[in-house]
Antibody, heavy 119, light 109 residues
Framework: EVQLVDSGGGLVQPGGSLRLSCAASGFTVNNNYMSWVRQAPGKGLEWVSIIYTDGFTFYRDSVKGRFTISRDNSKNTLFLQMNSLRAEDTAVYYC?????????????WGQGTLVTVSS | SYELTQPPSVSVSPGQTARITCSGDALPEKYAYWYQQKSGQAPVLVIYDDNTRPSGIPERFSGSRSGTVATLTISGAQVEDEADYYCYSTDSSGTHWGVFGGGTKLTVL
């Protein structure tokens, strides 16, 4: 079955770190664009980061320098390392598979993992 | 930064046609995509490349794009179509960012 399973969320204090994981099955992470999208409580979807098949990475300005997207081909897993976390990073984080069409869009999503940044 | 603008809410009666718009300056150059998100669930793609339905999406969902406005149309909306809908596209200024609209709450009752 083709699916993504997100994990790693939890409660963390401001300034702390957390690493999210996204395990893929039924396809190869390395051969696809992969992205993280988040949704703050009661708010809309917000694109966070993407890694291209050639390894290039891009981030929204508010997380640049604090978040790092990466993948482990042997585990077929996508990661998001989040450092210096702030209250405004509180959200459900979804991983998503990107499809190239002009630019890219997302055809497959994980179930999401909740990150709460609070003291 | 690039923005996509949607109305916050749309309301229709069952069987009526619902139209949700999405406006953005880069839409003349970029495809529009639409996602449906029901409460507590992950988003689901309902339209890609402006007007194509993925496998398994009912025929009552359709999309179009004209100039700076993309439109999602649900012909004969059903109660089960009640959800938040988000348009999506990508920034054309070279940032490689994905951009979502603010979302539209569709009420069918």
């Amino acid at each position: 079955e083709v699916q993504l399973v997100d994990s790693g969320g939890g409660l963390v204090q401001p300034g702390g770190s957390l690493r999210l994981s996204c395990a893929a099955s039924g396809f190869t992470v390395n051969n696809n664009y992969m992205s993280w999208v988040r949704q703050a409580p009661g708010k809309g979807l917000e694109w966070v980061s993407i890694i291209y098949t050639d390894g290039f990475t891009f981030y929204r300005d508010s997380v640049k320098g604090r978040f790092t997207i990466s993948r482990d081909n042997s585990k077929n897993t996508l990661f998001l390392q989040m450092n210096s976390l702030r209250a405004e990073d509180t959200a459900v984080y979804y991983c998503a598979r990107g499809i190239v069409s002009g630019a890219y869009y997302f055809d497959l999503w994980g179930q999401g993992t909740l990150v709460t940044v609070s003291s | 930064s690039y923005e996509l603008t949607q109305p916050p809410s749309v309301s229709v009666s069952p069987g009526q046609t619902a139209r949700i718009t999405c406006s953005g300056d880069a839409l003349p150059e970029k495809y529009a995509y639409w996602y449906q998100q029901k409460s507590g669930q992950a988003p689901v793609l309902v339209i890609y490349d402006d007007n194509t339905r993925p496998s398994g999406i009912p025929e009552r969902f359709s999309g179009s794009r004209s100039g700076t406005v993309a439109t999602l149309t649900i012909s004969g909306a059903q109660v089960e179509d009640e959800a938040d809908y988000y348009c999506y596209s990508t920034d054309s200024s070279g940032t490689h960012w994905g951009v979502f609209g603010g979302g539209t709450k569709l009420t069918v009752l």
